[in-house]
């Protein structure tokens, strides 16, 4: 069938912010979906309000709305646009979400809008857990035993028939938000109320826990002609009961006889066809028992999902681009497979390697939460790693995974397990955890049996084996060291695995040593390529990873190629931002006929698309891994400053090794860094920072402390997102975060300056080539400076700040890059205090600030410096007229607005500080800053109520000034709670309260009313989960009660409520609104 | 570790690890790309004289089970994999591939770049080849070896694989013990009064077809691959069924000669693989050999009556060229990979075959409904 020719406009709905269980995958997935509906001549339609998705560039659509994923939203989008279809399956289960509410409430129906890929039948048949059994059962097939609930009397009536351990799962939420295995009655109540909570229909389902029982997942698509296929078959190598978000998984099933497989194959055929997914791509989680192989299914995602971005990563097929073309009516005999271009997209892939995916944790950023992986999905981002082996391949997505272990061991050669400390580490094992794997390691090392380690982890022995298969070989590579090193003991150990790193840690010498030997033998990978189907048919697709293995099939040489060094697994402070860059610098070379290689290892980016890039490495950023792409790629230069600090860490040592680093030089980068450079450079250029010291102990640290004057803040050199940065008030906490500060990064000194009390913050991003510089954007922060740039919202043009000093920090700006022969990007961050300009930081890279600023003027930056790295000057470029300059000050306001992960981490505080906590970022655009701000606020997911109840506790030094911003939330109608000590001073300004118990006293306090409050304001006076304000946060957190926890974003939100009392928000597409309608091209293109 | 090495008849020598008997075996080396089934593929006699190599590089994880072999014991030539498991992990695994190897004299190497000799064999077609753990045996003794096997063309291999005498078959499809929908009861086949009495020609037949035609209702006798009609017809069939097997079709003249005596009545006929080539040759169509083969479970077969596409399991060198077919004959499925016929079918009689692998073992169940259109045509013909 071919493609519909009665629609004539789709309306795609992307997934928003990054948040924990919704990443930059469904980036991956919507762009692939504009592309191949415009491909077919539609008019694309686009809402997502996040402005680092490739998917929202203005090219990429026709009409293209960053504004709030919300049914409100939609509906203005709907109203004004009028498409033909919605198509919600590529946005995650946010998309899923919105699309049903807008079915629900009749929008869809009112303005003749079809839904397509999923009807809204379908998409509850799969998602009502009630639904979807009645279906399962219908098949013959079983799932646990379960039951539904809706009110917390019914939850502990299933509870009595079901009994315990049980696991509870509320409807419609992801990454299972909200819910958990109960294994006592008071986890029990806890999980069911917090899932009460969550779920949009407050639907919970109580099941028998399978826990320890094996996981699978098939990712499955179909056709309107019902043809079905499975793309890819995963194993999860961590058993039941933890998230599959959260477990290394590994393609393809690895444990199952082709009879096993095959009926789980028959079973997710006649799911889809059952549930009625009539197009599309679907993922069907199953649990077999290992025992005697009962099988049973989980659940079904009537969507594009993460697992299917890892599916299409890991077998080349580009599920959501086929999704996209089956939902517009081709059947999968129709489309071809991209990558042999010759045989049908009707098929099955099938691999000739082993794909292993681990998830990257950010525990360390929140110390209070509790790290036990479960069935509530915890982790920021993953890796993938390709080998021809399960033991190459779970090697290299450990290095890739970049957390300091060069393969399966520890940070350090002498980390091995103790024979003494056997039963220690099987009871470590027993709980999941980030770092479980190593554990397993330690406890072999110590003498555990395969058996033993299965009973304590769940784990299949065929893993574990393996994995012991690796242990054991590092044993052998300690007795043969690295003098009498023969190539065949080498080779043996690079087949399994090990890096130069790590075999430098075992033979007690350095990687480049190891490397220089191994480079003497003549021992170096294979690259092979990912091709769907296993060498049977020719691949034109030049997607590659590397293996020891004989045969190569590298492209030669190509003298015309940049190689450009993504940002490998997305963790806290540096994701989707970077990876836009990593793509922009791709598309902007090679529309300037260079060709692109792209080397990453996150299978959730547009990077690792193999249609972003002309040769894609799907590989670990280490320096080994890079050079050897060097070797055999020999490309004009590498590009290191667009992937955030991943290719930064390496741009020194792949300079050395000669690979050439193209744009600012990795010297005059470090030179940024460096603290004694950089005071000379603000002598220079005339400037003040605040007063500042190195230190590289305790006693030195404690020295400058007291020589500039507390409160300071303390932190790490070299680390990105702020990590393990504090505000220190006094002497009393110095010693403790500077302890921590020197942890993070050993030998590196820590940086100790006067933190600027009530300090606006500015952010500024450049663009210099060696003569000129063009400032990008200006972007003052909402929040005042102490909050990381990352967490705090900002907007452009500057809100409040005067022109002289905007200027004046212009100027400055372009005096840095001068002085620091910047060529490309750069980003300096201001504070200013009483009219005087301080300079916090010259970072001359990609910043964070990047895809927003670019959204926001229309300039892309991140192209522009591609091109000037590549040799380009800007005013060659076009980008030097005063047109283009005056875009970084545009006639409307974009809000930038932080989204953060509290409400996965119930009992942490919430509070935000130096170092860096939010996962994602939305953006808000409108004529006005106050509307500007509300959108941002609410694609944040703090949609605040108009009118109702809000509660206010300050501390004692934001009282007064809280006064006239209480008084005007009062004559807007809110009705204000308080507790005693602010009651007073609001009441002696003339605002009416009402005033509550503290917490700690008991009684009716604010815990009582959190679901009556439209918002809530808390500056805080004392941190920490347990304190009174802490319970207060975390508990807005968990139930989504919007708050506000500075008074300059209480008056941002006073003065957004306002603009919105008077005019109700609007949407607007960024064709309409960016000068040539978003689209820049170079000058002499 | 001891070594082996496989060696190609264009003389490149891949070395390895011995992995499963002594000696020294030659064959034509064929690759199959299915992820799973390495025991099904070992054990089905089409692989007779072929020394098979498994794409995917991980083999032998979940071990031997007594419940999955597709004949009596293991059939293929020689077996080159990546990565050979020695401790399986499943629930039903009685013993080890490596052991399964040895136990039955097949030649194994692993540690090899089974892609690399993927991506030969696909550039140069199929060769012949051999394996050898022997390490007397100098390189150019095993080049010469591989050299001088016969090959594949004009061998009848069917003859070495079929059963010496007729013989009752009766084992069903297993339960479904997993809980997955095959389990129910199938709706829309036929059910008999009494079990009609199907006739299957052995040329090296696997037991996932007797045991899915026993579960179709049928009595089935098996009858070795040089039957005459005469004798096959005193048995009273009410269907025959043409199976699989080994070899050059063409090369298997008495069962061609036995087949074309059944068309030319009205009995319900269905042949899968070297049977559907030999129906083709039997209604005076020519075969021809293919390049590299099609083997694995992945390739998407189009049913041209309605265009469907179904996903089933290969493994054949051979194919049938359907220019050559005469007119009561049609081609009724199209393998969308490369366009070659994957399906006959007779325009009025109910006499039909298929390329591929219907009965899985290993692979997906798509096809299975051939089995039903088969039990309907028999009963069909007992209606009428």
């Known amino acids: 069938m071919p493609k519909r020719t009665d629609l004539k406009s789709i309306l795609l709905v992307g997934s928003g912010p990054i948040i924990i269980g919704q990443a930059c995958e469904f980036d991956y997935s919507g762009t692939q979906a504009c592309k191949a509906l415009r491909e077919e001549g539609y008019r694309i339609v686009l809402v997502n309000s996040n402005p680092a998705t490739i998917m929202t560039d203005p090219e990429m659509a026709d009409a293209t709305y960053i504004e709030p994923i919300t049914p409100a939203a939609l509906r203005k989008i709907i109203a004004r646009e009028r498409p033909d279809a919605i198509l919600p399956t590529l946005g995650g289960q946010t998309a899923l979400n919105n699309a049903m509410a807008l079915a629900e409430d009749g929008t869809l129906k009112e303005f003749a809008c079809e839904m397509i890929g999923a009807t809204a039948e379908v998409i509850r048949r799969a998602e009502s857990r009630e639904e979807f059994a009645a279906v399962i059962s219908g098949l013959g097939l079983k799932m646990a035993k379960g039951e539904k609930a809706t009110t917390w009397e019914q939850c502990q009536a299933v509870r009595t028939r079901i009994g315990l ?91 199952l006889t082709d009879r096993e497989y095959q009926r789980m194959r028959d079973a997710a055929l006649a799911i889809i066809r059952a549930v009625g997914v009539e197009c599309g791509g679907s993922n069907i989680q199953f649990a077999v028992n290992p025992v005697d192989g009962r099988m049973v299914v989980i659940e079904m995602n009537p969507r594009v ?138 406890a072999m090392q110590a003498g555990a049996t395969i058996d033993e380690l299965a009973t304590t982890t769940g784990i299949d022995p065929w893993f574990l084996r393996h994995i012991a298969g690796i242990v054991e070989h590092e044993a052998r590579l300690r007795i043969s060291g690295f003098n009498g090193i023969d190539a065949g003991t080498f080779r043996t150990a690079k087949r399994d695995g090990f890096s130069d790193r790590q075999l430098g840690l075992l033979w007690n010498t350095s990687e480049e040593q190891v490397r220089a030997r191994r480079w003497q033998f003549g021992i170096h990978p294979a690259y092979k390529l990912v091709d769907t189907c296993a060498a049977e048919f020719a691949a034109l697709t030049p997607y590659y990873y590397s293996s020891y293995d004989d045969e190569s099939e590298a492209p030669p040489a190509d003298p015309r190629s940049i190689m450009v060094l993504g940002g490998g697994p997305n963790r806290i402070g ?12 791709a598309f902007a070379l090679r529309a300037d006929g ?220 372009a005096a840095l890059a001068r002085n620091l022969r910047v060529r490309g990007l750069m980003n300096v961050q201001f504070a200013v205090r009483n009219d005087d300009i301080y300079l916090l930081e010259v970072n001359p890279r990609a910043s964070r600030t990047v895809p927003f600023v670019a959204k926001a003027t229309g300039l892309p930056l991140a192209k522009i410096a591609a091109l000037v790295q590549a040799g380009r000057t800007l005013k060659d470029l076009g980008v030097t007229t005063p047109e283009i300059r005056a875009r970084c000050e545009p006639k409307y306001f974009a809000v930038k607005e932080s989204v953060l992960p509290f409400n996965k981490f119930p009992g942490v505080d919430t509070l935000l500080g130096p170092e860096m906590r939010s996962t994602g970022e939305v953006m808000g655009i409108a004529p006005t800053f106050g ?9 944040s997911g703090s949609t605040v109520p108009l009118s109702g109840k809000i509660f206010i506790s300050v501390r004692d030094s934001d009282k007064r000034l809280i006064i006239p911003l209480a008084q005007q939330l009062h004559d807007m109608g809110y009705q204000v709670y308080c507790t005693q000590g602010t009651s007073v001073v609001l009441e002696s300004g003339g605002v009416p309260v009402k005033v509550l118990n503290k917490i700690k006293d008991g009684g009716d306090t604010v815990l009582g009313h959190l679901k009556e409050l439209a918002f809530v304001i808390n500056t805080p006076n004392a941190k920490g989960g347990k304190s009174d304000e802490g319970k207060l946060r975390s508990a807005c957190a968990v139930t989504g009660v919007p708050y506000y926890l500075t008074l300059a974003s209480a008056a941002a939100l006073v003065s957004a409520l306002r603009q919105v009392k008077r005019t109700d928000w609007q949407v607007r597409s960024l064709q309409e609104l960016l000068p040539d309608r978003g689209v820049w091209r170079p000058a002499n293109g | 570790m001891p070594t082996a090495r496989l060696v190609l008849a264009d003389g490149t020598i891949f070395r390895g690890r011995s992995v499963g008997a002594e000696g020294t075996i030659g064959g034509e080396a064929v690759f199959n790309t299915g992820m799973t089934g390495y025991q099904e593929v070992l054990t089905d006699p089409s692989y007779r004289g072929q020394i098979v190599a498994m794409t995917y590089p991980e083999i032998g994880n979940t071990g031997i089970n007594p419940a999955d072999m597709e004949s009596a014991k293991a059939h293929a030539a020689g ?168 070899g050059d079709p063409a090369a298997v003249t008495a069962t061609i000669a036995t087949v074309r005596a059944i068309i030319a009545t009205d009995l319900p006929l269905f042949g899968i693989c070297l049977g559907h080539q030999i129906l083709g040759l039997a209604h005076g169509a020519r075969t021809f050999k293919l390049k590299f083969g099609h083997r694995g479970v992945n390739h998407p077969i189009q049913r041209l009556s309605d265009g469907a596409v179904e996903i089933a399991s290969h493994n054949h060198g051979f194919a049938v060229d359907p220019a050559t077919l005469p007119s009561d004959v049609r081609m009724s499925h199209v393998n969308l990979n490369d366009g070659t016929c994957a399906g006959l079918e007779h325009i009025s009689k109910p006499q039909f075959s298929v390329q591929y692998h219907p009965e899985a073992g290993p692979g997906p169940a798509d096809p299975l409904y051939l089995f039903r259109r088969f039990a309907r045509s028999v009963s069909d013909r007992l209606a009428a």
């Open chain 1, 165 to 255: 351990p049980c696991m509870i799962r509320p409807s419609f939420t992801m990454g299972g938000s909200g819910g958990g295995l109960a294994t006592t009655d008071e986890q029990f109540e806890a999980i069911c109320k917090r899932g009460l909570h969550a779920s949009r229909t407050h639907e919970l389902s109580i099941e028998e826990s399978l826990y320890g029982w094996k996981e699978f997942e098939l990712e499955v698509m179909r056709d309107r002609k019902d043809n079905v296929v499975i793309i890819c078959s995963i194993e999860n190598l961590d058993p039941m009961g933890i998230h599959t978000g959260d477990s290394i998984t590994v393609a393809p099933i690895q444990t």
């Open chain 1, 305 to 442: 999902s993460r697992s299917s971005a890892l599916a299409s990563k890991a077998t080349g097929f580009p599920i959501a681009k086929i999704a996209a073309k089956l939902a517009c009516g081709y059947t999968l005999d129709e489309l071809k497979n991209d990558i042999t271009r010759e045989t049908p997209a009707c098929f099955e892939p099938t691999i000739d390697y082993v794909v292993t995916k681990i998830p990257r944790f950010a525990f360390e950023k929140f110390r209070e939460a509790d790290d036990t992986l479960g069935y509530q999905m915890k982790s920021v981002g993953e890796v993938m790693a390709i080998g021809r082996t399960f033991r190459e391949s779970l090697q290299k997505a450990l290095r890739g995974l970049e957390i300091g272990v060069p393969g399966l061991m520890g940070k350090k050669a002498d980390e091995v397990g103790d024979p003494a400390k056997k039963a220690d580490y099987l009871r470590q094992a027993t709980r999941p955890t980030s770092h479980r794997l190593f554990q397993v390691r330690l």
């Open chain 1, 574 to 585: 540096q994701g989707i931002e970077f990876d836009y860059c990593c793509c922009h610098a």
């Open chain 1, 594 to 813: 260079w060709r692109v290689i792209m080397v990453n290892s996150n299978p959730e980016t547009v990077s690792t698309d193999y249609d972003t890039s002309d040769y894609l490495f799907f590989e670990p950023l280490t320096a080994e891994d890079v050079l050897e792409i060097n070797r055999v790629m020999r490309p004009h230069g590498a590009i290191v400053q667009f992937g955030g600090q991943t290719p930064l860490n390496l741009s020194l040592a792949l300079e050395r090794a000669g690979v050439p680093i193209i744009g600012t030089t990795p010297e005059d980068i470090d030179r940024a860094g460096d603290r004694e450079l950089f005071r000379d450079l603000l002598e220079k250029v005339n400037l003040r920072q605040p007063a500042n010291g190195i230190a590289r102990s305790l006693e030195e640290a404690a020295q400058v402390a007291e020589r500039i004057g507390y409160p300071v803040v303390v932190r790490p050199s070299h680390v990105l997102g702020g990590r393990a940065m504090e505000i220190v008030p006094g002497k009393g906490d110095l010693k403790r975060y500077v302890q921590e500060a020197m942890d993070v990064n050993p030998g590196s000194p820590v940086l100790i300056d006067k933190y600027l009390e009530n300090a606006a913050e500015i952010d500024v991003d450049a663009l210099a080539d060696g003569i000129d510089c063009v400032i990008g954007g200006v972007l003052e922060h909402i929040e005042e400076a102490g909050v990381h740039s990352g967490d705090a919202a900002c907007a452009i043009p500057a809100y409040s700040l005067s022109d002289r000093l905007v200027n004046r920090m212009k100027e400055i700006t």
């Open chain 1, 931 to 939: 509307e500007a701000y509300y959108k941002a606020e609410m694609g």
């Open chain 2, 79 to 246: 077996f080159v994999m990546r990565n050979c498991c020695e401790i399986p992990s499943n629930f039903r695994s009685t013993e080890s591939l490596p052991s399964f190897l040895r136990s039955q004299g097949i030649v194994a190497i692993d540690g090899i770049d089974t892609r690399a000799l993927t991506r030969k064999l696909r550039l140069g077609g199929a060769m012949n080849a051999v394996i050898s753990s022997q390490q007397a045996l100098s390189d150019a003794e095993l080049v010469a070896r591989s050299r001088s096997q016969p090959s594949m063309d004009g061998l009848d291999l069917a003859s070495t694989v079929t059963c010496a005498a007729p013989y009752g078959w009766s084992e069903p499809s297993q339960p479904q013990d997993f809980g997955t929908p095959a389990g129910a009861p199938l709706p829309g086949w036929p059910v008999f009064a009494k079990q009609p009495h199907i006739v299957a020609i052995d040329c090296g037949i696997k037991r996932n077809i007797l045991r899915l035609l026993v579960s179709a209702g049928f009595r089935v006798t098996v009858v070795p691959s040089t039957t005459s009609a005469d004798d096959l017809l005193r048995l009273r069939p009410d269907g025959v069924f043409l199976s699989n097997g080994p």
